[in-house]
């Protein structure tokens, strides 16, 4: 136990091993489509890159529309207002902060809805309790790329005549029930961020199958120009530009490869953890389409001794940065903590499951001997849990 790093031993890895690192695809490839961009001297507004993006992430998420954007939380706020959204709009507190900022930023109160702690999803039973007279909308989350509900959010949305969306930043490349994640609801939201295992740098993007709201968050996207000099709605900048795309076409010609790295690890991972008691390791379901690029454990201080910061604290002194995503929940940071500072008592499941996730590095960072030392690392923690927990407390009493 003293050979770990967190009590003076050596770090396992001399370098940081982050949650993910970028995938970049063939680099020729994208070199010669920026060479092209340049010559072109056409850099953003529709331009050719953007539309082929387009098209072909419809194709793959078999969509009518695919709207790219400049990153997801803009995305969101834009879907948000083309829907009408206003009021009171239902989502969950276990999730980024774009979720919530992309309804609070527009004046409309985002109201926290517990999840499913086994799918850290929204508890559809809870989201019809938290219906007032003010609620116009729900947004779900496909935490980690685990789908909602899909079935019940659409019944209860139908029944209580309220708009549908889903923040699918972490879906992308997923299916539910065989059918593509992007496809439900009103409109689905997908980020591109440079820490997503399928990046265009900054980016995001709106899939819909509604002809209707698809053209209007194209005129939304771009300050509501209809045409030269005509514009005909209120709008704002959220194009993507040439170079954004140029990266997603030539990401998504490798895509099936970041795929089949992270499932690898996944498999590793599973294999090395699942049977570690008082850590539970989170699956997917391997029948459908998954992107895998989230590894997620779920550690029960009670049985191990230690708690899941504890655990953060030794792997991160052996350059493991495993990250304690999302961690205190929305409602817990501001300025929802204090509009709404007793939020937390209508959340159990979210505050207990926010103390207890951690995710741990993936993606081309970490391969099947990363894995097994990390998983050396997690086990000797576990291990010896209450002496490794009376240590750091006499280290930072
Ligand atoms: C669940 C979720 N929603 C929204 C966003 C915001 O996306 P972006 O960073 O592209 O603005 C992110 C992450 O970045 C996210 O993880």
Redesign the pocket.
């Known amino acids: 136990m003293s050979s770990l790093a967190v009590f003076g031993g050596e770090p396992i890895f001399s370098e940081k091993l982050h949650v993910g690192r970028p995938n970049i695809g063939n680099r020729q490839k994208l070199l010669e489509r920026f060479n092209d961009i340049l010559d072109r001297r056409w850099l953003t507004n529709a331009g050719k890159y953007v539309q082929e993006f387009e098209r072909r992430v419809a194709e793959m998420i078999g969509v009518r529309h695919c709207i790219v954007m400049c ?6 706020e834009i879907v948000i207002r083309a829907v009408g959204l206003k009021g009171e709009v239902i989502v969950p507190s276990m ?2 902060i ?2 919530a900022h ?1 309804l609070q930023w527009q004046e409309i109160t985002p109201v926290f809805c517990d999840i499913d702690p086994k799918t850290y999803n929204l508890d559809q039973k809870r989201v019809e309790k938290m219906i007032t007279p003010r609620t116009t909308g729900i947004i779900g ?1 496909h ?1 980690f790329g685990r789908p909602c509900d899909t079935e019940a959010l659409a019944e209860i949305a139908r029944r209580r005549k309220l708009k549908l969306l889903y ?1 699918a ?2 879906a992308f490349g997923c299916s539910y029930q065989g059918r593509m994640i992007g496809s439900f609801g009103d409109a689905e ?1 997908f ?3 440079a ?2 295992f399928f990046n265009t740098f ?3 993007a709106i899939v819909t199958n509604n002809d209707e709201l698809a053209a209007k968050i194209r005129l939304m996207k771009n300050f509501g120009f209809a045409g030269y000099d005509n514009v005909i709605y209120i709008g704002t900048n959220g194009k993507m530009s040439e170079v954004s795309a140029a990266m997603g076409l030539t990401g998504l010609e490798s895509l099936d490869e970041f795929i089949s790295v992270n499932h690898r690890n996944y498999r590793e991972y599973k294999r090395e953890l699942e049977s570690i008691p008082g850590v539970q390791f989170m699956t997917y379901d391997e029948t459908e389409k998954c992107n895998y690029q989230y590894i997620i454990l779920e550690v029960d201080e009670q049985t191990i001794g230690i708690s899941r910061d504890q655990l953060v604290e030794v792997l991160h002194a052996e350059n493991i940065l495993a990250r304690r995503y ?1 961690y205190p929940g929305c409602h817990n940071m501001e300025p929802y903590r204090s509009y709404f500072p007793h939020t937390g008592l209508l959340l159990p499941e979210t505050e207990r499951i926010a103390k207890r996730v951690v995710a741990l590095p993936t993606g081309t960072a970490v391969g099947p001997e990363e894995i097994t030392a990390i998983r050396q690392i997690i086990r000797l923690a576990v291990e010896n849990g209450h002496q490794i927990r009376e240590r750091l407390l006499q280290k930072n009493p």
Do not use: C, Q, R
């Open positions: 990153n997801g939380t803009v995305a969101l999730t980024f774009a979720t992309a989350v935490l923040d930043a972490h939201m980020s591109f961020h820490t997503k900054e980016g995001g999302f």
